[in-house]
């Protein structure tokens, strides 16, 4: 599994959370109390709104999605000496930066990888 493929099940996964809970209760009802039947849900969404993991999904899909143009755009620069070639390096770094940041809030999931981890 790749980094990037990593990162976009992880987000799959907080996502189905989310909308279960949303689905279980009215949008505007979603606060919920200890005496609640399904602990699970309860502790989720004591600690996180569901609408507001549902954007951070998706601006994490849109992290993915940049990597992704960058890795196209390095692929499409000719590199050698040359600012268009350092530019797009720089990109790609950085891009390949965010997604291990992004993969570091998922390190105690079963298929993260040790090579990933921020040095």
């Known amino acids: 599994?790749?980094?990037?493929?990593?990162?976009?099940?992880?987000v799959a996964e907080d996502e189905a959370v989310a909308r279960a809970v949303i689905a279980?209760?009215?949008p505007d009802a979603v606060t919920m109390t200890r005496e609640d039947?399904?602990?699970?849900?309860?502790?989720?969404?004591?600690?996180?709104?569901?609408?507001?993991?549902?954007?951070?999904?998706?601006?994490?899909r849109r992290v993915v999605e940049e990597y992704d143009q960058a890795v196209f755009d390095d692929k499409a620069v000719p590199h050698g000496d040359n600012e268009a070639g350092w530019v797009a390096d720089a990109v790609l770094l950085h891009s390949r930066l965010?997604?291990?940041?992004?993969?570091a809030?998922?390190?105690?999931?079963?298929?993260?990888?040790?090579?990933w981890e921020l040095t």
């Open 105 to 115: 809030t998922y390190a105690d999931h079963s298929h993260y990888r040790d090579e």
């Open 1 to 10: 599994m790749t980094l990037r493929d990593f990162i976009l099940s992880r």
């Open 37 to 60: 039947p399904w602990p699970e849900e309860a502790a989720f969404t004591a600690r996180y709104d569901p609408t507001r993991v549902l954007a951070e999904c998706e601006a994490k």
């Open 24 to 26: 279980r209760y009215a």
């Open 98 to 103: 965010m997604l291990r940041i992004h993969a």
